[in-house]
T-cell receptor
């Protein structure tokens, strides 16, 4: 399977614990995105990378969230001191950026569903 | 004001009906536009890109109106299998520069009834 893969698919954690999610993009894609989605809402932008550089991070994101993309390949999203409000589907997507402002299709992984209890 | 706005619906239509969704965006300099489809509890998947000249793919037609900053999606002869949430997607702007960030609307839910 050469699509975007995310791990784990489901995560249940206690409030206050740290969690880390992994995303493996399509190999030739230089852009990688993280989104959060709750029921009835569209995907909410969290952050994105072009190769290994994190180009933008949502202002809505607290300091408890951090993402990395070492070597411009896979990416990890860490949430520290989880809160119940962090419960959501975390989606990763990748695309081939052909110019600064242009995008080709973004392909999504199946997501990691986080439940904070 | 949200960067990308859609009427969440739901739109309930009978099979065979024609239905249209609109989406408005606030960034006048956006250059990439897409419609994605998302089935319940699944990831979004690209339905079609939207070009300035408008484009058609079978029963689906997408239009872009830059002057009014809206995008439309028309579905003709709707099928039961078209029932899903349709997400409007636009690339964002940071200051005077465009970025690669993709912004999603809330989504419009379509339910096609037999």
């Amino acid at each position: 399977d050469t699509g975007v893969s995310q791990d784990p698919r489901h995560k249940i954690t206690k409030r206050g614990q740290n969690v880390t999610f992994r995303c493996d993009p399509i190999s030739e894609h230089n852009r990688l995105y993280w989104y959060r989605q709750t029921l009835g809402q569209g995907p909410e932008f969290l952050t994105y990378f072009q190769n290994e550089a994190q180009l933008e991070k949502s202002r809505l994101l607290s300091d408890r969230f951090s993402a990395e993309r070492p070597k411009g390949s896979f990416s990890t999203l860490e949430i520290q001191r989880t809160e119940q409000g962090d419960s959501a589907m975390y989606l990763c997507a990748s695309s081939l950026g052909i110019a600064r402002s242009l995008n080709t299709e973004a392909f999504f992984g199946q997501g990691t569903r986080l439940t904070v209890v | 004001r949200k960067e990308v706005e859609q009427d969440p619906g739901p739109f309930n239509v009978p099979e065979g009906a024609t239905v249209a969704f609109n989406c408005t965006y606030s960034n006048s300099a956006s250059q990439s536009f897409f419609w994605y489809r998302q089935d319940c509890r699944k990831e979004p998947k690209l339905l079609m890109s939207v070009y300035s000249s408008g484009n058609e793919d079978g029963r689906f037609t997408a239009q872009l109106n830059r002057a009014s900053q809206y995008i439309s999606l028309l579905i003709r002869d709707s099928k039961l299998s078209d029932s899903a949430t349709y997400l409007c997607v636009v690339n964002a702007r940071l200051g005077v520069s465009n970025t690669g960030k993709l912004i999603f609307g809330q989504g419009t839910t379509l339910q096609v009834k037999p």
